[in-house]
Each structure stands twice: as structure tokens, then as C-alpha cells.
């Protein structure tokens, strides 16, 4: 059962990946277009009388229209990150290595690759928040972000987790050097 859940997450992992890399293309084309279409005239006026903010100009939503891009694509690279951070701990547990350098140095690199994921998210959503009468009239309910606090719990928790690993690999050098 054990290794049948193992390689489950690596399936998982892998899949997780290969949408974040279809995602990364996917917002690099997408914001290549939208400047394009931004420089067009004609998208320009298509494009002013569909939003929901009459009267708004869209050179002033620039700025945030490429921040919010950069940062999707970074949260997709940060998201790749994670996922491969992720199997190959799976990988090492599957060896059944626990207590090794490789491991805490993986852990760590997992916990910058959340952290830099969560600070992205929460740029991102101070940009929402800040420009949410333009994006979506949908925005309504932005009171209580989930993908924010989501990614402060997971920090937490994986912080925990690389004490105890760290803390292990401690008592693992002592009794290896007791024996």
C-alpha cells in the first residue's frame, strides 16, 4: 500500500508539471497578445466598450496587466518547483532514505519554493484587490483570500516538517556514532 501511494504522488507530481509548463507557454502567449492588442487601435476600442468600468483608460491598467502576468507565470514556475521538490523527496522516501542530507537539502528547497509561491500570491492579490473593479465584477467576495492563507498554512506546516527532519538527522548521526 505504502509504495502504491508513493507512486500515486509521483504520477501525481509529474502531471502537476506538465500543466505548469503548459501553463507557463499558455500566459507567455497570452501576454504577448494582450500588449499586442493593446498597441492595436481597433482591439483597443473592442476592448474599452466590453469592460465593466465605462470611462477607464486602459493605458492606466498596463502596469498591472504585466505585473499580474509576471506573476502567474512566476507562481506556475514556483508551482513546477514544488512538484519536482516534492518527487524527488517521494523518490528518496521510496529508497527508503529518510534521515539524509539530500532529503533536509530538498526540504529546503521545497520550503523557499512555497514561501517564493506565497509571496507571489499575496502580490497578486493586493493587485486583484487594488484593480478588482476592472478585472471581474465577479470579485465581490475577496475578503478572505484562500490561495493566500492556503499557502501561509502549507509554510507553516512544511517549516514544522523540516525541524523534525532536521531534529532527526540529529538523533541519527548519535546513534550512528554510539554504534
Not at 523527496?89 to 529546503?108: G, H, P, R, T
Request: hydrophobic letters at 55%; proline letters at 1%.
Amino acid at each position: 500500500m505504502k509504495k502504491f501511494i508513493l507512486n500515486l504522488l509521483t504520477v501525481f507530481a509529474w502531471i502537476y508539471q506538465i500543466i505548469c509548463v503548459i501553463g507557463i507557454i499558455m500566459w507567455i502567449v497570452m501576454g504577448g497578445v494582450i500588449l499586442f492588442g493593446i498597441r492595436n487601435p481597433d482591439f483597443r476600442a473592442g476592448f474599452e466598450s466590453s469592460m465593466y468600468v465605462k470611462g477607464v483608460s486602459v493605458d492606466s491598467y498596463i502596469g498591472a496587466i504585466v505585473v499580474g502576468l509576471l506573476s502567474l507565470i512566476m507562481m506556475s514556475v514556483a508551482a513546477f518547483l514544488i512538484c519536482r521538490y516534492a518527487r524527488l523527496i517521494v523518490k528518496n522516501i521510496k529508497q527508503e532514505v529518510y534521515f539524509a542530507d539530500s532529503n533536509l537539502n530538498l526540504l529546503k528547497k521545497l520550503l523557499i519554493s512555497v514561501a517564493g509561491y506565497t509571496v507571489i500570491s499575496i502580490i497578486d492579490y493586493i493587485i486583484f484587490i487594488t484593480h478588482r473593479t476592472w478585472f471581474a465584477k465577479s470579485s465581490n467576495n475577496v475578503l478572505y483570500p484562500s490561495g493566500v492563507t492556503t499557502g501561509l498554512l502549507f509554510l507553516a506546516v512544511l517549516y514544522v516538517v523540516y525541524l523534525v527532519f532536521k531534529y532527526g538527522m540529529k538523533v541519527q548521526e548519535d546513534a550512528d556514532s554510539i554504534i
